[in-house]
């Protein structure tokens, strides 16, 4: 866990104009945050800080805005944007899932809400050399904290035929897994490790295409679900939800609010499940019996919205 402060930052000549500012169901959180006047709010994947922006605007000078995030280069533009607003803002390079660490080195006990927009934000995707993308060429890294781990790279050149097999299925819940691992133990074998974006893309569209079973072409692309299994093993995704969501409600104070914007089915399984979690034990009150969905207006300008879940508890 590392506090971004002007001595941690070494290259502010990032130009945060070029960076894309379209935060997905802003005006839903704004208005179930419903962030005032000297709020502490937590933003635990601050990102670009589209969201982080409004809110902090909303709190004020009184306020406070803790953000987070595992990735050090996002962080460098959500300070040049949330030093615009001139109100007072922490940012953590840490995983959300240490936030009960960060309170306690802010000595803050309660916090009036907290937000959580999951998986990757457009700037991960849009630069090449970070490996989210099969749309260019780059190296199949994937890791949201770069200073360490092993890449999506790491993993294929390791992982038995057997385990990506299982990742693929688990994570990606790819229905063709088994043909497409084999594909790539095949290209291992004849001395074709797997090290980059488009080499992966295209063993998978040449296992799907030439599939006698292959019947329609959807919008998505067909290497969509292995690249989504991968990122989510690479940055042990599901992990930090989980332990994050198992004591979010510690760090509430009664009457305030978590929201959760999650990007697929595994990721909202695990936030429903564990607001129902809450409100067994009375601790949570759910807000959002059924995920709010963007609107058609809000998809057509921004296509990252398209399958995003919008999820409300309120600590009792
Ligand atoms: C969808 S983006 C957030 C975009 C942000 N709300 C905005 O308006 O710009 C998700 C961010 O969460 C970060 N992230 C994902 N998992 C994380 C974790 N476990 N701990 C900390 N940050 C995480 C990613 O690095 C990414 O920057």
Not at 111 to 129: A, N, R, T
Not at 246 to 264: C, E, K, P, Q, T
Request: charged letters at 30%; hydrophobic letters at 40%; one cysteine or more.
């Amino acid at each position: 866990m590392l506090l971004i402060n002007k001595d941690t930052i070494h290259n502010d000549c990032v130009n945060d104009e070029q960076i894309p500012h379209n935060p997905v169901m802003v005006e839903e959180v704004m208005r179930f945050l419903k962030p005032g006047k000297g709020d502490i709010i937590v933003d635990a994947t601050i990102g670009a800080a589209g969201h982080g922006c409004e809110i902090l605007e909303s709190i004020g000078e009184e306020g406070l805005l803790i953000g987070i995030d595992k990735d050090a280069e996002i962080l460098k533009i959500a300070r040049q944007r949330l030093l615009k607003t001139g109100n007072p803002f922490k940012l953590y390079q840490a995983d959300y899932a240490d936030l009960g660490y960060i309170l306690r080195e802010l000595k803050i006990k309660k916090v009036k809400g907290i937000l959580l927009d999951l998986g990757v934000s457009s700037f991960q995707l849009d630069v090449p050399e970070r490996g989210f993308s099969f749309r260019e060429e780059a190296p199949l890294d994937m890791r949201m904290d770069r200073s360490g781990g092993e890449t999506a790279g790491d993993l294929l050149r390791k992982l038995s035929e057997k385990e990506m097999v299982e990742i693929f299925w688990r994570y990606g819940e790819e229905r063709r897994s088994r043909r497409i691992a084999r594909a790539i133990v095949k290209e291992r074998k004849a001395g074709r490790p797997i090290k980059t974006t488009t080499q992966l893309a295209r063993i998978i569209e040449k296992t799907v295409f030439s599939s006698v079973n292959y019947k329609k072409r959807s919008k998505v692309h067909v290497a969509t679900k292995v690249f989504q299994a991968l990122r989510i093993v690479v940055n042990d995704e599901l992990k930090s939800l989980e332990c994050f969501l198992n004591h979010a409600h510690d760090f509430l104070a009664s009457g305030s609010r978590i929201v959760v914007i999650s990007f697929h089915s595994l990721e909202d399984r695990i936030v429903k499940n564990a607001f129902r979690k809450g409100k067994s034990t009375s601790t949570l009150s759910i807000l959002t019996t059924k995920p709010l969905l963007p609107s058609d207006t809000e998809i057509k300008k921004n296509k990252r919205a398209r399958s995003a879940k919008f999820r409300v508890a309120e600590r009792l």
